[in-house]
């Protein structure tokens, strides 16, 4: 069976390029091509594993999605901003610190995020993307709160938790600490972060 289809909408992008530009992974290797692997969007909310090494630094302090292309898109600044009362940010979701996003723990997690898109990413992949951001922070008051996910119960997170940690601490400093975690650590994903920092 063969669907109706349209016609293809017109070019309206010219020689504007603001969307390829910006873009921190560069997800776009060529105008009209989006490769979704090096979205920010992708890795923070879809993405199941670790994210890759290479776009750790480049996702800075975004937790869940980016749309900076969006932003930057001439064409959006027709848009309008939705009146329905449920499609408003919650007040308590607006730049929270990331102190208080690690301290959540799941129960928290469901309550704070209750009714919004961030719950999709799951407890999990959020707390990593907390961790990447911590990574990213220059802050190494967050270093207590980081180093007691190294117990966690999930994998995903200790292993982010390492790579966290070796861009706030002294070399000297997570050397000790990798002598006192690295043995009790079983899983490969995590041994590999270890061995990586």
């Not at 848009?79 to 329905?84: I, L």
């Not at 610190?97 to 995020?113: K, M, P, S, V």
């Not at 990798?178 to 590999?192: I, K, P, Q, Y």
Request: contains cysteine; neutral net charge; glycine residues 6%.
């Amino acid at each position: 069976m063969v669907l109706p289809f349209d016609q293809p909408e017109s070019d309206h992008c010219g020689s504007c390029t603001r969307c390829l530009d910006i873009c921190p992974t560069k997800a776009f290797p060529a105008p009209y091509r989006l490769d979704a692997r090096r979205c920010i969007s992708y890795l923070t909310i879809e993405h199941k594993t670790q994210i890759p090494l290479e776009f750790r630094a480049a996702i800075g302090n975004r937790i869940f999605g980016c749309d900076d292309c969006l932003a930057v898109c001439p064409w959006n600044k027709y848009a309008v901003r939705a009146s329905e009362v449920k499609l408003q940010a919650k007040e308590e979701t607006s730049l929270p610190a990331l102190y208080d996003l690690l301290a959540l723990d799941e129960a928290e997690f469901r309550i704070r995020f209750a009714g919004t898109p961030v719950r999709r990413s799951g407890y999990q992949r959020f707390i990593r993307n907390v961790l990447v951001a911590c990574g990213n922070s220059d802050d190494a008051g967050l270093v207590p709160q980081i180093t007691a996910r190294l117990s966690d119960d999930s994998a995903l997170v200790r292993g982010m938790a390492v790579w966290a940690l070796s861009r706030l601490m002294r070399a000297d400093e997570f050397a000790a600490l990798r002598a006192t975690f690295h043995g009790r650590e079983t899983d490969a994903g995590v041994l590999a972060e270890w061995a990586r920092s």
